[in-house]
């Protein structure tokens, strides 16, 4: 298996432009996580997946953040317009749901300038 | 609110030395279940354990092992005879379910681990 797909490995926009993170998850997994990690917050949530429907997106920051799952092979989380705060590594995680471990992708280091 | 506390933010040891990394858990479930995941340099999360609340027997595998206390609220994880490959950040998270029965994990802020030859 391939594991958790998250493309692109690194980006680095402008205040201001529209990033688009992907993730693929592994195949079979129902359940889909967003994170993000940064050095002053840790890992957080901000939207989780079941079956391709949002069921929880408190954790998405502000408008700006948006998320989709179109379906179950492929999900995009959404910045716009970006802005230097939110700089900060985005994991992408899928899971079989209850009780089971999510495995993480590699992650997408985004440097907004 | 499930909250995960690892107190220790830096450890530096020296190879073959053992290390034990403390974490400390607070929920007001009954049920629900902790974890231990590794981020090496490379920056990917690398999952190492599962516990359920219900199952306090320490476990153990090969160099890694783990203690769960509920009495302490506790999920230490110990790397006997550490090596060099051991150096990363280690997270321990806390389990919340949330609706459609999945789990939403809580990280503590994560541990960085140096083992130096």
């Known amino acids: 298996d391939a594991g958790v797909i998250q493309s692109p490995r690194h980006e680095v926009t402008e205040m201001g432009q529209e990033v688009t993170l992907r993730c693929k998850p592994i195949?079979?997994?129902?359940?889909l996580f967003w994170y993000r990690q940064t050095m002053m917050r840790g890992l957080e949530l901000l939207i989780y997946?079941?079956?391709?429907?949002?069921?929880?997106d408190s954790g998405m920051p502000e408008d700006r953040f948006s998320a989709k799952m179109p379906n179950a092979s492929f999900s995009t989380l959404k910045i716009q317009p970006s802005e230097p705060r939110d700089s900060a590594v985005y994991f992408c995680?899928?899971?079989?749901?209850?009780?089971?471990?999510?495995?993480f992708g590699q992650g997408t280091r985004l440097t907004v300038v | 609110a499930q909250k995960v506390t690892q107190a220790q933010t830096e450890i530096s040891v020296v190879e073959k030395e053992d290390v034990t990394l403390d974490c400390v858990y607070e929920?007001?479930?009954?049920?629900?279940?902790l974890f231990w995941y590794k981020q090496p340099p490379s920056g990917e999360l690398v999952f190492l354990i599962r516990?359920?609340?219900?199952?306090?027997q320490n476990e153990i595998s090969g160099r890694y092992s783990w203690n769960f206390q509920k009495s302490t609220s506790s999920f230490n994880f110990t790397i006997t005879a550490s090596q060099v490959v051991d150096s990363a950040v280690y997270f321990c998270?806390?389990?919340?379910?949330?609706?459609?029965?999945?789990?939403?994990?809580?990280f503590g802020k994560g541990m960085k681990l140096t083992v130096n030859p």
């Open positions: 998270a806390l389990s919340d379910t949330l609706q459609g029965g999945s789990e939403k994990l809580v």
């Open positions: 929920t007001r479930d009954t049920t629900y279940y």
């Open positions: 516990r359920n609340s219900f199952d306090e």
């Open positions: 995680a899928s899971s079989l749901g209850n009780p089971t471990e999510a495995f």
């Open positions: 195949s079979g997994h129902n359940s």
């Open positions: 997946f079941n079956n391709n429907v949002p069921i929880d």
